[in-house]
């Protein structure tokens, strides 16, 4: 029995954060991405999305690896991957593809190099805007390239890869769902400080990631997802061994329209408590025919961030206290109260806050893990 030990929500091609190459693509350009593994096993297998992909994607061949460091893998550990047996495969447009799975003795916290070759010009490219660490690509077919030599040029964003899967036969994973809150903006780039890595070490369970920055639950963003309403069975329900879904989502529906500085929270309709809730109730429902335990977790203190003011006050509030009072839920972690500042209740604590009054540092992040993991 396979189990999803890493995830990246898929995004249309964008300009993103930071520079990246999902708009321009690939051709005859390997790509090698690193990401940490929240279970183990022996046998290894990955999950290819070409969800934005007006036609199909050519992979011309795939590897996985042990990470060694930067863009080297572990001598001996290389594995071709094969799809139906063979080497390469075409990702149907809007679809994806699962690949065989390959030998390799993985531990949970194991850093696992995957390597994509591109010879086909693949067009704009499905991608992950904010990884908070390395990828890399180099000229040509580098699936054996060991050393890492090869590759000469960077990003934060993976591409294509949207899971990796091992055959833990774990049942017990954790899917937390949200925004860049979840995705890890304000942790240390390279360290895996993310919340969802804080929680995978305090647990010892698998521990998916499906936030994405700057997601909305109720709206679509040609920068920051779809809806998390619609992406919820994609990004979640889909990937197997998942029994619990953590919600924290919303503070952007409510705070995109308290600042007419930033393009790309464009449109951002006002909202109100009610369509935030009904949003959480069609989240529940669609988690509850799944079969999973549902946990809400209150929106973060973000007074004095450019997300502020009085509209998103009220709203925020109302929200929270549904959250915590509904029943709704299965189970609530309070993360508002715990991360907040004991002399204004409405901000983040000093000590939590990366500087932006909205998002958490990696002392934060650890806090919310703690919280989180005491009502699993």
Known sequence: MFTTAWTASPQLPSEGFTPNWSREGFWRQSVRQNVRLTAGGGRVRVRLSNAYGTSPLRVAGAAVGRTAAGAAVEPGSSRRLTFGGAAGAEVPARGQLVSDP?????????????????????????????AFTTSHRGAGDLL?????????????????????????????????????LTDGFGSTPGADRRWPDALARRTGRPVLNAGIGGNLLLNDSAWYGEKGVRRLARDVLAHPGVDTLVVLLGLNDIGFSETGEQPTYKPAPVVEAAELIDGHLELIRQARRAGLRVIG??????????????HAAKVSHELDEWIRCSGEYDAVVDLNRVLADPEDPDRLHPAYDFGDHLHPDDAGYAVMAEAVAAVL
């Open 102 to 130: 390959a030998p390799l003795a993985l531990a949970a916290g194991d850093t696992l190099s995957v390597t994509l070759y591109f010879e086909a010009a693949t067009g704009p490219a499905t991608f992950h805007a904010q």
């Open 144 to 180: 054996d390239d060991a050393t890492g030599d090869g590759f000469d040029a960077v990003t934060e964003s993976w591409y294509v890869l949207s899971a990796v899967e091992t055959d833990a036969g774990r049942t017990d994973g954790i899917a937390l769902f949200g925004d860049s």
């Open 297 to 310: 977790a209150t929106l973060l203190p973000f007074a004095g961030s450019d997300h502020w003011g009085e």
